[in-house]
């Protein structure tokens, strides 16, 4: 079945005992058990309930993965899967992540002991020579956040084979309906259902999907041990969400490719990133990678953080707020706000600037949009 059939479909059948074609939230902690050591398949909520299950299985189908897990956060999935590491272990990471991803390895996997090592992603062979004996997993994001830059997932999945190590790929911009790291030799998943696959902004939540069984059981293990489950109501959201997905991303993709091609020729834009343009460095891998360049765009603009204020303070429909991945359109300012939490000097050296903002494209009408950036530029 395709990607769309299965979105709706996987894990999904119509209620048995009623016939509801809508997936019921079973808003229950326990349930009652036939004899002693005899039940159902499930137990206790946090340990599993029918409707994350549910969720479980749709995540698995759409990443083309065989295992899927639901957790209460984004970075409660993160969590789950470094908390596979031991002391003395190490990490390799690429160096353009997600801003709570650099600090949970920074402030909390750290004090663990387990160290991570930060790569320069434009230098894809450092990916090797970051390699150490005791070097137990690589982590990265592609397209990277704020910058969009693309890494090579092939490539580095061939390098953490050759030394054993196991591969994670955080999916959250691209989402699984233009990217399927698994396909391209990821081990694990890690993906924030908070944006794109909720896809409405009324939800926080994670998800991990393997093709391997034997980080899946062990995964499963940790998801239970520690607990950073995602509530039924949560559960159910994300399942809807994932329902539209296909139609949702085609519609931020054509807006975000309007209107980066928009801003490209804008005099007040010094700089784009956008994945779908010709201009973007790596045009030619994000087209052989993705199925489709997603629906966001960061910019610098002339003039520095003055113009970046006034710009801010001009746009209507775009909404000054975190997150991404919602119907609605966003604007952050990463340097105050997504990457806020990095030392200035460490941000800088990342090419984070004080005038770069990042939109997060929704799905409004693309000639809205454009009035609405043309008219936020126009003025000064
Ligand atoms: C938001 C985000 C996370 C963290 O997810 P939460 O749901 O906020 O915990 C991780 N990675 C990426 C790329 C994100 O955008």
Redesign the pocket.
Known sequence: MEFETRAIHEGQQPDPQTGAVIVPIYLTSTYQQDAIGKHKGYEYSRTGNPTRTALEEALASIENGQFGLAFA????A?TTVLSMLKSGDHIVAGDDL?G??YRLLERVVKNWGVNTTYVDIDHIADFETAIQPNTKLIWI?TPT?PLLKIIDIAVVANIAHKNNIILVV?N??ASPYFQKPLDLGADIVVH????YLGGHSDI???AVITSNEQLYTELKFYQNAIGAVPSPFDSWLVLRGIKTLAVRMREHEKNALFLAKFLEKHPKVERIYYPGLLSHEQHQLAKEQMSGFGGMISLELKGGFAEVEKFASRLKLFLLAE??GGVESLLCYPAKMTHGSLPEAERLKRGINDNLVRLSVGIEHLLDLQADLENALSSS
Do not use: P
Request: proline share 0%.
């Open positions: 956060s984004g970075l409660a993160t997600y709570g991803t994001e956040n955080d959250t911009f924030s259902t908070t944006k926080i939540g994670g997150s991404l």
